[in-house]
């Protein structure tokens, strides 16, 4: 065999060794990936049974990233298994010296300004199941971190569709309860984090007993509003979405409609009602109890209000504004929503 055919032979089998090796690796790395989000998915399964399964108190900071100025909050937490929990809000701002109290699918308020005990809408709408976000999202373990000096399991959540939130969880190795949470919006941005300073997996009875229904609410035997109208539903979503709930609200005494959309994590809202009543929503406060907007920064969630015939409209959603306005389109009068000019949304 001549030198020629011999280095032509030998070009052949280091070629087919590399590719034999970038397909290895390949193959190696794909199967991490699968072995991480196989991972992530199963801390986040443990994560969400985990409050049914220990008590905890610790203090936890809330930082808002969003408007002109971050804004900070310090809260008190305890939590009873399996669905009891109590957070005092201890400020600094408005809210300081306020109380919330949250059993099964009920909840209450204590404001702290007048010291009337109001009901208040679950966190999260109910009907969100984990199934759903796994369904429209990647869930992967990222590393092993600390917060409040537990070991804590990382993991990442982020869409598979463009144009929908993101999320970053620290669970507990432990306990898998969440000690440390980051929401980030559609665009990419971090607009809010939540961490546990200090946390202990114990409570004492006396401490326990406070996690209860207020009497001047459990007792009054508030009922629901009547809408007197049946809310319109838009006919397009984004894709994973789905309708998780509706009710029907008393927003500074008016009765407003409800109707909330998920895929899991991303929350769209719309509220309705007669012109001449309120269909703003609550506080103004977004799906997570963050600032509405800040003067010359994009406000979130996003939201879009509009008028049509005897309706007055408010579609809010931590979705892009393609998406948002999408859905506004696709109801009355819903072409001629526009985000506020602040916004920069015109």
Same mark, same amino acid.
């Given at each position: 065999?001549t030198k020629a055919a011999l280095m032509?032979?030998?070009?052949?089998?280091?070629?087919?060794?590399?590719?034999?090796?970038?397909?290895?690796?390949?193959?190696?790395?794909?199967?991490?990936?699968?072995?991480?989000?196989?991972?992530?998915?199963?801390?986040?399964?443990?994560?969400?049974?985990?409050?049914?399964?220990?008590?905890?108190?610790?203090?936890? =900071?809330?930082?808002? #990233?969003? !408007? %002109?100025?971050? &804004?900070?909050?310090?809260?008190?937490?305890?939590? +009873?298994?399996? /669905? @009891?929990?109590r957070t005092e809000f201890l400020g600094?701002?408005?809210?300081?010296?306020?109380?919330?109290?949250?059993?099964?699918?009920?909840?209450? =308020?204590?404001?702290? #300004?007048? !010291? %009337?005990?109001? &009901?208040?809408?679950?966190?999260?709408?109910?009907? +969100?199941?984990? /199934? @759903?976000?796994?369904?429209?999202?990647?869930?992967?373990?990222?590393?092993?971190?600390?917060?409040?000096?537990?070991?804590?399991?990382?993991?990442?959540?982020?869409?598979? #569709?463009? !144009?929908?939130?993101? &999320?970053?969880?620290?669970?507990?190795?432990?306990?898998?309860?969440?000690?440390?949470?980051?929401?980030?919006?559609?665009?990419?941005?971090?607009?809010?984090?939540?961490?546990?300073?200090?946390?202990?997996?114990?409570?004492?009875?006396?401490?326990?007993?406070?996690?209860?229904?207020?009497?001047?609410?459990?007792?009054?035997?508030?009922?629901?509003?009547?809408?007197?109208?049946?809310?319109?539903?838009?006919?397009?979503?984004?894709?994973?979405?789905?309708?998780?709930?509706?009710?029907?609200?008393?927003?500074?005494?008016?009765?407003?409609?409800?109707?909330?959309?998920?895929?899991?994590?991303?929350?769209?809202?719309?509220?309705?009602?007669?012109?001449?009543?309120?269909?703003?929503?609550?506080?103004?406060?977004?799906?997570?109890?963050?600032?509405?907007?800040?003067?010359?920064?994009?406000?979130?969630?996003?939201?879009?209000?509009?008028?049509?015939?005897?309706?007055?409209?408010?579609?809010?959603?931590?979705?892009?504004?393609?998406?948002?306005?999408?859905?506004?389109?696709?109801?009355?009068?819903?072409?001629?929503?526009?985000?506020?000019?602040?916004?920069?949304?015109?």
């Amino acid at each position: 065999m001549t030198k020629a055919a011999l280095m032509q032979c030998w070009s052949k089998v280091v070629g087919a060794s590399v590719l034999a090796a970038l397909a290895a690796a390949g193959g190696n790395a794909a199967a991490g990936r699968a072995g991480t989000q196989a991972a992530g998915a199963q801390l986040l399964r443990r994560s969400a049974a985990a409050d049914t399964l220990c008590d905890y108190r610790g203090t936890k =900071r809330v930082a808002f #990233r969003g !408007g %002109e100025q971050p &804004r900070e909050m310090t809260l008190r937490v305890i939590h +009873v298994r399996p /669905d @009891r929990t109590r957070t005092e809000f201890l400020g600094p701002g408005r809210m300081q010296g306020g109380l919330r109290i949250e059993i099964g699918k009920e909840a209450w =308020r204590l404001d702290p #300004r007048t !010291g %009337e005990w109001r &009901r208040s809408a679950p966190r999260g709408p109910a009907a +969100v199941s984990l /199934d @759903r976000l796994l369904a429209n999202y990647i869930a992967t373990e990222e590393r092993t971190d600390s917060v409040a000096g537990r070991r804590c399991h990382v993991v990442t959540i982020k869409p598979k #569709r463009a !144009g929908n939130p993101s &999320r970053r969880v620290w669970i507990d190795a432990e306990t898998n309860v969440p000690l440390k949470t980051q929401f980030y919006g559609a665009d990419g941005n971090l607009i809010s984090e939540a961490t546990f300073v200090d946390i202990q997996f114990a409570v004492p009875k006396e401490v326990s007993a406070s996690v209860r229904a207020p009497k001047e609410v459990a007792e009054s035997g508030q009922q629901q509003p009547t809408l007197g109208f049946d809310p319109i539903k838009p006919a397009y979503l984004p894709p994973g979405y789905e309708l998780v709930a509706s009710t029907a609200l008393s927003v500074r005494g008016r009765a407003s409609g409800h109707l909330q959309y998920s895929d899991g994590l991303g929350t769209i809202s719309l509220f309705e009602g007669r012109r001449g009543s309120s269909s703003e929503e609550p506080d103004h406060k977004g799906s997570r109890g963050e600032p509405r907007h800040g003067r010359g920064q994009r406000q979130f969630p996003l939201a879009l209000r509009w008028e049509h015939d005897d309706m007055r409209f408010t579609l809010i959603g931590d979705i892009s504004p393609v998406e948002l306005r999408k859905i506004a389109a696709s109801l009355p009068g819903g072409q001629n929503a526009r985000l506020p000019a602040r916004d920069g949304g015109g």
